[in-house]
């Protein structure tokens, strides 16, 4: 579970983040969910220790060990992460991609481990392409095996359906399924409105850099009846309900 209590990050002048207090649960599918520019990657960002924020706290407490922003201690490789920015090095095979988390693994497990995503991911037929060799889709897989391989309890996706077409969305979609039936915690920036709907568990709202709603899929789906599946930005206008904490 994380809890932020007045987390608050800046840009120059810019504000990622506004101060913003509440829990998000880490065992389950939580999708992340507002317009462009509100504030859904910095949240990812301070979600993974990978920035701090100038004021307040961002807690986690994962199977017993507690991890924040004050502390030395950071949660990786429990906790992993896909940003939007994939980081495949472009010279090397998907494959060979793969391997580089694994440097102080043992060879044959490492082998074992690549072998294990490979197939969940369904990758055997262009994992040892390299990544100007594949579709935006595949790449993204890679990404996904990569932070898989592993072993985390926790991962975190930005922007996991930007740039894929219906059918390559509904490709990574059959597979974000498989790591949450196995039990794997993922929360997830999109802007997949059907996604959010369908299959996630709870959904955060942001608006103009601020949390404003952390719910079910129950009462997301009630609040944002009546809107087209693409329709994403006006559905998360009108809703603007207190923080669940």
């Known amino acids: 579970m994380y809890s932020l209590t007045e987390a608050e990050k800046q840009y120059d002048r810019i504000v990622g983040l506004r101060s913003t207090s509440c829990s998000i649960p880490t065992d389950r599918l939580v ?3 507002g317009a462009s520019g509100s504030g859904k990657s910095t949240l990812l960002r301070l979600l993974s220790f990978v920035e701090l924020p100038e004021r307040g706290t961002v807690r986690l407490e994962l199977n017993g060990d507690t991890f924040d ?3 030395r201690s950071r949660p990786w490789p429990r906790l992993t992460c896909v940003f939007q920015k994939q980081f495949l090095w472009p010279h090397l095979t998907l494959r060979e991609n793969l391997r580089l988390p694994l440097r102080t693994v043992r060879d044959f497990e490492a082998t074992q481990r690549i072998a294990s995503v490979v197939e ?14 594949v579709s935006g889709g595949q790449a993204q897989r890679a990404a996904l095996a990569r932070a898989l391989v592993l072993d985390p309890e926790l991962i975190l996706i930005d922007e996991a359906h930007t740039g894929l077409d ?7 979609n059959s597979h974000l399924l498989k790591l949450k039936a196995s039990s794997v915690g993922l929360i997830i ?5 059907s996604f959010a709907r369908r299959h996630a568990d709870t959904v ?3 608006k103009q850099g601020l949390v404003t709603a952390v719910d079910t899929r129950e009462v997301f ?4 009846a009546g809107y087209a599946k693409d329709d994403v930005d006006s559905a998360l206008d009108s809703h603007d309900i207190t ?3």
């Open 221 to 224: 789906l009630r609040t944002t």
């Open 243 to 245: 923080v669940t904490r």
């Open 189 to 193: 920036v999109s802007h997949s409105l």
């Open 166 to 172: 219906l059918e390559q969305q509904a490709i990574l």
């Open 69 to 71: 922003n004050i502390g």
């Open 120 to 133: 969940l991911f369904a990758m055997s037929e262009f994992v040892d392409r390299y990544p100007n060799e």
């Open 31 to 33: 999708v992340v969910m």
């Open 204 to 206: 955060v709202t942001l």
